[in-house]
């Protein structure tokens, strides 16, 4: 189990992970989402050892990271593809790690045709890989010691649809097996299929979690109509929350905290014509990480045209 207590990281007066508070469970795969810069990866990092937390901890299988005899025997980690010994071959990077966590040499041919790489791939130079190749060689090593937590940052960067497809059915069956997965990516979809539980930070912060099942059931409503105004006047009237629909696009639709008979019922007194009306969760992922990622979105567009 990985537990993520209260969590900050603090640069100077900024804050890249504020507060953030999740916990990933064995036999799960959990998606954790968000812009770019919205503190994936620092928190991650935190998980790993590789950042100092400010202040809160991040634990895995009840300790820290540093405080693990043999940690990749327990958790395999992939933060960054490219940082990899470009001068060493797939094989020797292997190894190296195979003779640091004192496991048998079969376990280097063994992970090698997992990730089905070649042998002749295998002993090429990493700095003839390509990103693909090298996103496969960084899953074999996080596998290699069989750990029961798997921590991934962006692993599908690079690989084709057939290799998408054998990551996904990868960490599918290793969860299936009673191993904890967390899963950082931008590719939306692949993280609808395969995870069971999400995590979306924005701007350092958790916007939501919960099971897939339960944020996307929480989505609202959609509604699309001409007179915008009106229908925000008359959804203020009856109480209704409500928002610009960023995932929808245009500036004629509205995301509803309400059922579709009730905001249909509230438009009807109003007089209102609507040019659509459906659940918000029928568009999947993608709707409800842009609606509760929309605020940092806008945040993030307008410092670089400040910039």
């Not at 804050?15 to 953030?20: Q, T, Y």
């Not at 950042?51 to 990271?65: D, E, K, L, Q, Y």
């Not at 996103?135 to 069989?146: F, K, N, P, S």
């Not at 950082?184 to 999400?198: F, M, T």
């Amino acid at each position: 189990m990985i537990t993520v207590d209260s969590l900050t990281k603090t640069y100077g007066a900024f804050r890249a992970v504020d507060d953030v508070t999740f916990t990933a469970r064995p036999g799960r795969v959990t998606g954790f989402l968000g812009p770019n810069g919205a503190g994936k990866s620092t928190s991650m990092r935190v998980m790993v050892g590789l950042t100092p937390p400010t202040s809160g901890s991040a634990t895995v299988c009840g300790r820290r990271f540093a405080d693990l005899p043999n940690p990749g025997r327990e958790i395999g980690v992939l933060l960054d593809a490219s940082a990899q010994h470009a001068g060493r071959t797939g094989r020797e990077i292997l190894t190296i790690a195979q003779r640091t966590m004192g496991l048998p040499k079969s376990r280097v041919d063994e992970m090698i045709a997992q990730v089905s790489l070649t042998p002749s791939e295998a002993d090429r130079r990493v700095r003839n890989y390509s990103l693909g190749m090298r996103q496969r060689l960084g899953i074999a090593t996080a596998l290699l010691g069989e750990p029961e937590v798997l921590i991934l940052d962006e692993p599908a960067n690079g690989l084709d649809p057939a290799g998408i497809r054998w990551m996904r059915d990868l960490l599918r069956g290793y969860a299936d097996q009673g191993a904890t997965v967390l899963l950082s990516s931008h590719l939306l979809h692949e993280i609808e299929v395969v995870a069971d539980d999400l995590v979306v930070i924005g701007n350092g912060r958790i916007v939501a979690q919960g099971t897939k099942a339960e944020l996307l059931a929480s989505a609202g409503t959609l509604v699309r109509t001409r007179d915008v105004p009106g229908l925000t006047t008359a959804l203020a009237t009856a109480g209704v929350a409500h928002a610009p629909s960023a995932a929808a696009g245009g500036s004629d639709a509205l995301r509803v905290e309400a059922d579709t008979e009730v905001v249909g019922s509230i438009a009807l007194d109003a007089r209102i014509a609507l040019l659509e009306l459906r659940a918000a969760e029928g568009a999947g992922l993608e709707e409800m990480f842009l609606e509760l990622t929309a605020a940092e979105q806008r945040e993030t567009t307008t410092r670089g045209e400040a910039a």
